[in-house]
Each structure stands twice: as structure tokens, then as C-alpha cells.
């Protein structure tokens, strides 16, 4: 149903908002664990959990390092209980660029798909296999949300736009990565220390299922790591912090 749909759509633009550059500005050994404080702050209180994110695959090829993170993230309000996300990070030696892909077309279609699989599931509802292809075959997906930077922008340097647009049946949802621009170096100190990072921020529009968001973004991403901390915030009021608290390094 229309109102259905709509609740799979909030889920979404949580997860999507949630979303952040992680980074030569990131870490190239498969196996390390990183763990992040993230509070998401409400009208009346906040919610503190804990974030993971592992390097579980690092491939290198002619300079070109693929790094795959998994990411498990809470979602206390959902009935999904988490979230885990695979996000891609390619670092570049001949430019010394990382270039972040925070999700393609066809993660995204995947993510719709997976969501309302789960919803069907928790509802006890009862769908056919045809109708469940059909809903598939209406899922299109199409652009990608990703972050590129290197250690010699300067600040003030803009980095380009970027565009996601999901179509399921007639509704449609679209994400945008705009106005995304470098601050310069910072040092910014978490509790797994303190760091010399690059400091960016962008702008992440969301419109789904009704609702048109616009939050803005600041990441400080320090190298051999990623980002070490990342806020969030809507209209001038905070709605998310997350800060690196411990490094737990390959064996």
C-alpha cells in the first residue's frame, strides 16, 4: 500500500542520511575493526550506540587499491534491529585520490528490495513469487552517490555533484550529494586520539516517500583511516555525531 510504502521510504532516508565517507584516507589492511560512538539526537533526548566498521577485503592492482568495508550499524526505532552496509573505497597512488562510493544504482535497488522483503516478512504477510518478480522488475535504479579527494586540494576547492534516483513504480526517491566542498586541515581530537585530517562538507537532499530532507555534512577524514569523525545537521540543529572511539589493527 501507498502508506507501506511511505514507512519503507523513512527507512530508507535514515539509512541513506547515515551514510558517510569513510577513508589515503583509508586503511589498507584487511582485517582492522574500527568503532564509532554515534548519537542521533531527537527533539526531547538522544540515543547513543556503536557503530563497527571492518575491512574485510583489500584488492591492488597496476597502483589501484579496492578496499571493501562492512559497516553494522543499530537502528534501535526500526524492527530490523541493525543495518549492515558494504561501501567501496578506491585509492588511487598516481593522483592520491580516494574516491569514496557511499552506494551505486544497483546497491541501491538492492537495499529497496531487501527492505521490503523484510517488512513483508515481519508483517506475516503472504506474497507470491509473481508478485514479488513483478515488484522486482518495478524497482529501477539509476547514478551514484560517491566522494572523491586527495591531499593536495586546498580549501575551498568544490567537489562535483552527485545524483541517485530510484524509481518503484510510480513513486520515486532521489539523493543528492551537493555543494560538497574542501575546508582545509584540521587536527580534531576523538577518543582514539588525535588526528591530522582533511575537512570537507557537502550537502545530502533526500526526497522519499514524501519527504524532502535537506542535511548537511562535515567529515574530518584523516589519513590511513578515514573518517574519525562526521556531523550531521538540519535546518542549524544537530542530528547526528559520530566520532572514532577505538582501532583495533589486523593480527
Same mark, same amino acid.
Given at each position: 500500500?501507498?502508506?507501506?510504502?511511505?514507512?519503507? @521510504? $523513512?527507512?530508507?532516508? #535514515?539509512?541513506?542520511?547515515?551514510?558517510?565517507?569513510?577513508?589515503?584516507?583509508?586503511? &589498507?589492511?584487511?582485517?582492522?575493526?574500527?568503532?564509532?560512538?554515534?548519537?542521533?539526537?531527537?527533539?526531547?533526548?538522544?540515543?547513543?550506540? $556503536?557503530?563497527?566498521?571492518?575491512?574485510?577485503?583489500?584488492?591492488?592492482?597496476? !597502483?589501484?587499491?579496492?578496499?571493501l568495508t562492512q559497516k553494522v550499524t543499530p537502528l534501535p526505532e526500526s524492527m530490523f534491529g541493525e543495518k549492515t552496509d558494504t561501501?567501496? $573505497?578506491?585509492?588511487?597512488?598516481?593522483?592520491?585520490?580516494?574516491?569514496?562510493?557511499? +552506494?551505486?544504482?544497483?546497491?541501491?535497488?538492492?537495499?529497496?528490495?531487501?527492505?521490503? %522483503?523484510?517488512?513483508?516478512?515481519?508483517?506475516?504477510?503472504?506474497?507470491?513469487?509473481?508478485?514479488?518478480?513483478?515488484?522486482?522488475?518495478?524497482?529501477?535504479?539509476?547514478?551514484?552517490? =560517491?566522494? +572523491? /579527494?586527495?591531499?593536495?586540494?586546498?580549501? !575551498? $576547492?568544490?567537489?562535483?555533484?552527485?545524483?541517485?534516483?530510484?524509481?518503484?513504480?510510480?513513486?520515486?526517491?532521489?539523493?543528492? *550529494?551537493?555543494?560538497?566542498?574542501?575546508?582545509?586541515?584540521? =587536527?580534531?581530537?576523538?577518543?582514539?586520539?588525535? @588526528?591530522?585530517? *582533511? %575537512?570537507?562538507?557537502? /550537502?545530502?537532499?533526500?526526497?522519499?516517500? #514524501?519527504?524532502?530532507?535537506?542535511?548537511?555534512? +562535515?567529515?574530518?577524514?584523516?589519513?590511513?583511516? !578515514?573518517?574519525? %569523525?562526521?556531523?550531521? =545537521?538540519?535546518? !542549524?540543529?544537530? &542530528?547526528?555525531?559520530?566520532?572514532? +572511539?577505538?582501532?583495533?589493527?589486523?593480527?
Amino acid at each position: 500500500t501507498s502508506t507501506d510504502m511511505k514507512k519503507i @521510504f $523513512t527507512l530508507i532516508i #535514515g539509512a541513506v542520511a547515515c551514510m558517510s565517507a569513510s577513508a589515503q584516507y583509508i586503511c &589498507l589492511e584487511k582485517g582492522t575493526t574500527m568503532d564509532y560512538s554515534m548519537v542521533l539526537y531527537q527533539e526531547k533526548d538522544s540515543t547513543v550506540t $556503536t557503530v563497527k566498521a571492518t575491512i574485510f577485503d583489500v584488492t591492488e592492482s597496476n !597502483g589501484i587499491s579496492t578496499v571493501l568495508t562492512q559497516k553494522v550499524t543499530p537502528l534501535p526505532e526500526s524492527m530490523f534491529g541493525e543495518k549492515t552496509d558494504t561501501t567501496t $573505497t578506491v585509492y588511487n597512488s598516481a593522483d592520491k585520490s580516494t574516491q569514496f562510493i557511499l +552506494t551505486t544504482a544497483d546497491e541501491a535497488k538492492q537495499d529497496v528490495i531487501d527492505m521490503v %522483503k523484510m517488512q513483508i516478512q515481519a508483517s506475516g504477510q503472504s506474497v507470491s513469487v509473481a508478485e514479488m518478480d513483478d515488484f522486482i522488475s518495478s524497482v529501477k535504479a539509476k547514478g551514484e552517490l =560517491s566522494l +572523491t /579527494v586527495n591531499p593536495d586540494m586546498a580549501a !575551498g $576547492t568544490k567537489l562535483p555533484n552527485k545524483n541517485l534516483r530510484i524509481t518503484v513504480g510510480q513513486d520515486v526517491m532521489s539523493y543528492n *550529494l551537493w555543494e560538497g566542498k574542501v575546508l582545509g586541515n584540521e =587536527s580534531v581530537t576523538t577518543p582514539a586520539g588525535t @588526528f591530522e585530517c *582533511l %575537512k570537507v562538507s557537502f /550537502v545530502n537532499r533526500i526526497n522519499a516517500g #514524501g519527504q524532502n530532507q535537506k542535511i548537511d555534512v +562535515t567529515e574530518w577524514l584523516a589519513p590511513n583511516i !578515514g573518517a574519525v %569523525k562526521v556531523e550531521q =545537521s538540519m535546518k !542549524g540543529k544537530p &542530528l547526528m555525531k559520530q566520532e572514532l +572511539t577505538k582501532i583495533v589493527n589486523a593480527k
